[in-house]
Structure formats: C-alpha cells, structure tokens
C-alpha cells in the first residue's frame, strides 16, 4: 500500500490560484495512475483529474478543462494539481489518489472512478471566496 500525503490547499479569493501537491511512499510510484478527487459539503466525492503512469495522459471534468492542470515528476515520487481561474464552486477538500492496481489501460471510465483508486491521501481544504 502507498501513502499519499498531500499539501497546498488554503484559502483563495475568485480568480485567483493554487497548486496542490502530493507526496506518494514507496518505489513502484511511477507505475501507478494517480488521481484527484474532490468532495463538498453534502455533496459525493467527484472526479477531478487523473495522469497516466508517465504522464503522457491526461483526463479532466469538463468543469476544470482549461483551468487546472496535473503534472507529476516520478523521480520525486510527487503528483500535482495546478488550479487557476479559481471559482467559488471549486470549493472542496482535495483528495489525492492512487491506483495501485496495474491495468495496462488508461480509459477515462476507469481513472474517473474513485473505487479504482485503492490508496488515498488524508485529503487539503481548498477555499475560493467570491
């Protein structure tokens, strides 16, 4: 199992950014999807952004396309998500996430659902005032 810690969360007016990042144990980090998932109060946690192994893919929710970007670096073992054009309802604790399952395949369906993800981070409260 990896253990995902994440940081960068806080508080941001509208408009403005941050960039999330999250540290991952172990050594097999690169062979690994890693996503990002988000939650609001009341509401299901939901699909943010995930990254191919070596980070050749990408997938978004349409609601962040253009605005936020995930990147990784496999030598530091660290995974990020870069927010601009911050909205209100971008408003979240962000969850960190890794598949640890080898699929061989990186299909929009499988890295945009959380119970593929089988190691997740303790989680970063994101805050946009509008």
């Known amino acids: 199992q990896v253990q995902l810690v994440e940081s960068g969360g806080g508080l941001v007016q509208a408009g403005g950014s941050l960039r999330l990042s999250c540290v991952a144990s172990?050594?097999?980090?690169?062979?690994?999807?890693m996503g990002w998932f988000r939650q609001a109060p009341g509401k299901e946690r939901e699909f943010v952004a995930a990254?191919?192994?070596?980070?050749?893919?990408?997938y978004y929710v349409d609601s962040v396309k253009g605005r936020f970007t995930i990147s990784r670096d496999n030598v530091k073992n660290t995974v990020y998500l870069q927010m601009d054009s911050l909205k209100p309802e971008d408003t979240a604790v962000y969850y960190c996430?890794?598949?640890?399952?080898?699929?061989?395949?990186?299909?929009?369906?499988?890295?945009?659902?959380?119970?593929?993800?089988?190691?997740w981070g303790q989680g970063t409260q994101v805050t946009v005032s509008s």
């Open positions: 996430a890794a598949d640890t399952t080898i699929r061989h395949i990186f299909a929009r369906p499988v890295v945009s659902d959380p119970r593929n993800f089988g190691s």
């Open positions: 172990g050594r097999t980090f690169s062979a690994y999807t």
């Open positions: 990254i191919s192994w070596n980070g050749g893919s990408t």
